[in-house]
């Protein structure tokens, strides 16, 4: 079904989203409902601006209010749409992003109490995947760097004229090489092996493990 991204930024709605997560994730804390649903909703969120703008250099509008996302009847994040392209190059884009990913983050810890410097590194996180699978898509994996690096200095000084931002450009997204294979060095956890429900472990990728085993299980993952 759709829903109007504007939902994000209300935290009466995410409070009962996470009401209805816990049917997904048993009875978790608020706080890992919310990490958990954040992480899911905020790489659905900003794909409909990244993708057009990794292949074609012009992004779509990734204002709440020009977005619609498709969610299941228990509230999973499928897709997402924007009705309207941005006008405006890269530092419209990172202004656009900052604005959305605050809003949304203010809801999502006022309802669930997670650190809002917790759900913005899962938002860094999650523009930093879908550039860097964008980007791959497109043959050229190696420009995602760049890309995001642009991006987040735009991001950076937009977010320091946002009243009650928690994010001063701390975490960056960031990269590094495993074998051949270019991979996002995340610094957000999903918390969804905390889950009651989830018979997960962390993923190959969790910060919350030492470098020397998120190698090893990357390599295991990706192939040498």
Same mark, same amino acid.
């Given at each position: 079904?759709?829903?109007?991204?504007? *939902?994000?930024?209300?935290?009466?709605?995410?409070?009962?989203?996470?009401?209805? /997560? %816990?049917?997904?994730?048993?009875?978790?804390?608020?706080?890992?409902?919310?990490?958990?649903?954040?992480?899911?909703?905020?790489?659905?969120?900003?794909?409909?601006?990244?993708?057009?703008?990794?292949?074609?250099?012009?992004?779509?509008?990734? *204002? #709440?209010?020009?977005?619609?996302?498709?969610?299941?009847?228990?509230?999973? @994040?499928?897709? /997402?749409?924007?009705?309207?392209?941005?006008?405006?190059?890269?530092?419209?884009?990172?202004?656009?992003? /900052?604005?959305?990913?605050?809003?949304?983050?203010?809801? @999502?810890?006022?309802?669930?109490?997670?650190?809002?410097?917790? #759900?913005?590194?899962?938002?860094?996180?999650?523009?930093?995947?879908?550039? &860097?699978?964008?980007? *791959?898509?497109?043959?050229?994996?190696?420009?995602?760097?760049?890309?995001?690096?642009?991006?987040?200095?735009?991001?950076?000084?937009?977010?320091?004229?946002?009243?009650?931002?928690?994010?001063?450009?701390?975490? #960056?997204?960031? @990269?590094?090489?495993?074998?051949? %294979?270019?991979?996002? %060095?995340?610094?957000?956890?999903?918390? &969804?092996?905390?889950?009651?429900?989830?018979?997960?472990?962390?993923?190959?990728?969790?910060? %919350?493990?030492?470098?020397?085993?998120?190698?090893?299980?990357?390599?295991? &993952? #990706?192939?040498?």
């Amino acid at each position: 079904m759709e829903l109007p991204a504007t *939902a994000l930024a209300d935290p009466a709605w995410v409070a009962e989203d996470l009401r209805r /997560a %816990r049917h997904l994730h048993g009875s978790a804390s608020p706080t890992v409902l919310s990490t958990i649903r954040w992480y899911s909703a905020s790489s659905v969120l900003v794909a409909p601006a990244l993708e057009p703008w990794v292949h074609i250099g012009v992004a779509r509008d990734p *204002a #709440l209010e020009a977005v619609t996302l498709d969610v299941t009847a228990d509230g999973r @994040f499928l897709d /997402a749409h924007s009705a309207r392209t941005l006008r405006g190059g890269v530092a419209d884009l990172g202004t656009a992003l /900052a604005v959305t990913v605050n809003a949304a983050v203010t809801a @999502f810890a006022h309802a669930g109490g997670a650190s809002p410097r917790a #759900l913005w590194a899962v938002a860094v996180d999650s523009i930093a995947n879908r550039l &860097l699978w964008t980007a *791959a898509t497109a043959g050229k994996p190696d420009s995602a760097p760049l890309l995001a690096d642009e991006l987040a200095d735009h991001m950076k000084h937009a977010a320091g004229g946002l009243p009650g931002c928690v994010w001063n450009g701390s975490p #960056l997204p960031r @990269f590094v090489t495993v074998g051949d %294979r270019l991979v996002v %060095r995340r610094s957000s956890c999903c918390l &969804l092996y905390e889950a009651p429900t989830s018979q997960a472990d962390k993923c190959a990728s969790c910060p %919350r493990q030492t470098p020397a085993q998120r190698e090893q299980r990357l390599r295991l &993952l #990706l192939g040498p």
